[in-house]
T-cell receptor
Framework: AQTVTQSQPEMSVQEAETVTLSCTYDTSESDYYLFWYKQPPSRQMILVIRQEAYKQQNATENRFSVNFQKAAKSFSLKISDSQLGDAAMYFCAYRRDTGNQFYFGTGTSLTVIP | GAGVSQTPSNKVTEKGKYVELRCDPISGHTALYWYRQSLGQGPEFLIYFQGTGAADDSGLPNDRFFAVRPEGSVSTLKIQRTERGDSAMYLC??????????????FGEGSRLTVL
């Protein structure tokens, strides 16, 4: 079974600074998708960014970017110019190319300090 | 509606009771997922529907849990003889899956179940 590991239960960052959240995963597949989801307190989970494993270029969405290291099975999320609204739980997720099941990590709670 | 709707948002019940949790996905989304999220944990897969059929129910923990999606839209997660360990947030997500393409998940706000 695929596993997704987030080794940082909690992280904090000063407003306007940059923070990196770590994620590693275990798979024997060569084609798959990786995701970062954000879950604000008492609100629904939303997609932050996705990465296709066959793409070497790291995905970027405005202030959010990833560092995808396929050989190392690492998929970290970098948040630049952190804002108070970035405070949330962040979940890393994996999905096989041909599958429909998403596997989630245990999450990282991000605090943004004003 | 514009997003995934889940009802009730909160449900408190007594051990041994029967519970139904409802999910109304985004219109046109063929795929529907149920996840369970315990405090401090990530979402845990329960069941996946493609259309009306359960394409993958491997995550259902035991036969007390059952889900249906009779018309390929609204889904109901049913839990019989609830136990205190069933207390969790139950998340529903829908996705526009078509053929080999699997889209991103759109989540509802969840139904928090508390079993006393």
């Amino acid at each position: 079974a695929q596993t997704v590991t987030q080794s940082q239960p909690e992280m904090s960052v000063q407003e306007a600074e940059t923070v990196t959240l770590s994620c590693t995963y275990d798979t024997s597949e060569s084609d798959y998708y990786l995701f970062w989801y954000k879950q604000p307190p008492s609100r629904q989970m939303i997609l932050v960014i996705r990465q296709e494993a066959y793409k070497q270029q790291n995905a970027t969405e405005n202030r959010f970017s990833v560092n995808f290291q396929k050989a190392a099975k690492s998929f970290s999320l970098k948040i630049s110019d952190s804002q108070l609204g970035d405070a949330a739980m962040y979940f890393c997720a994996y999905r096989r190319d041909t599958g429909n099941q998403f596997y989630f990590g245990t999450g990282t709670s991000l605090t943004v300090i004003p | 509606g514009a997003g995934v709707s889940q009802t009730p948002s909160n449900k408190v019940t007594e051990k041994g009771k029967y519970v139904e949790l409802r999910c109304d996905p985004i219109s046109g989304h063929t795929a529907l997922y149920w996840y369970r999220q315990s405090l401090g944990q990530g979402p845990e897969f329960l069941i996946y529907f493609q259309g009306t059929g359960a394409a993958d129910d491997s995550g259902l923990p035991n036969d007390r849990f059952f889900a249906v999606r009779p018309e390929g839209s609204v889904s109901t997660l049913k839990i019989q003889r609830t136990e205190r360990g069933d207390s969790a947030m139950y998340l529903c997500a829908s996705s526009l899956n078509s053929g080999a393409y699997t889209g991103e998940l759109f989540f509802g706000e969840g139904s928090r179940l508390t079993v006393l």
